[in-house]
């Protein structure tokens, strides 16, 4: 029995370790790739953020590739029609293949495709669930 409740208790730390290092947060720049506790949206710049000693630095949106906060990835992607990169939430990935949510989506048309640095197309907020089931490989299921 204790040699259960042992086993219990190591699987329940060793799990605990993987979730905190998924929400981990991060900014990537130009420079490198810099780890905070807390990553948030400021007034004077870009994102600001604050790491586990409460050293607070604040990025412009010209230096930051990507970052993550709170477990969601935002990358700086370019989508057709527009001139100037803008940050959008990478919601699957799979061989290439990536699938994009933007801040700024209308009503219809909420995700987009893209292969490489390229959009392929648009999706639909109806056809949305469809493509996440394609590339997550949970066709028939």
């Given at each position: 029995?204790?040699?259960?409740?042992?086993?219990?208790?190591?699987?329940?730390?060793?799990?605990?370790?993987?979730?905190?290092?998924?929400?981990?947060?991060?900014?990537?720049?130009?420079?490198?790739?810099?780890?905070?506790?807390?990553?948030?949206?400021?007034?004077?710049?870009?994102?600001?953020?604050?790491?586990?000693?409460?050293?607070?630095?604040?990025?412009?949106?010209?230096?930051?590739?990507?970052?993550?906060?709170?477990?969601?990835?935002?990358?700086?992607?370019?989508?057709?029609?527009?001139?100037?990169?803008e940050?959008?939430?990478?919601?699957?990935?799979?061989?290439?293949?990536?699938?994009?949510?933007?801040?700024?989506?209308?009503?219809?048309?909420?995700?987009?495709?893209?292969?490489?640095?390229?959009?392929?197309m648009?999706?639909?907020?109806?056809?949305?669930?469809?493509?996440?089931?394609?590339?997550?490989?949970?066709?028939?299921?």
């Amino acid at each position: 029995m204790l040699v259960i409740l042992v086993a219990i208790m190591i699987a329940n730390i060793d799990a605990t370790a993987q979730v905190k290092s998924v929400n981990q947060n991060y900014v990537v720049t130009t420079d490198g790739t810099y780890y905070f506790a807390k990553v948030r949206y400021g007034l004077s710049g870009f994102l600001v953020a604050t790491d586990q000693n409460g050293t607070k630095k604040v990025f412009s949106k010209n230096e930051v590739k990507a970052y993550q906060k709170n477990g969601r990835l935002f990358e700086s992607v370019t989508f057709t029609g527009k001139s100037a990169p803008e940050f959008a939430e990478l919601v699957a990935n799979r061989n290439g293949v990536k699938v994009y949510r933007s801040s700024n989506a209308d009503v219809t048309n909420n995700a987009y495709l893209f292969k490489g640095q390229s959009q392929i197309m648009q999706v639909s907020q109806e056809n949305l669930a469809y493509v996440l089931n394609f590339l997550n490989d949970n066709q028939g299921k």
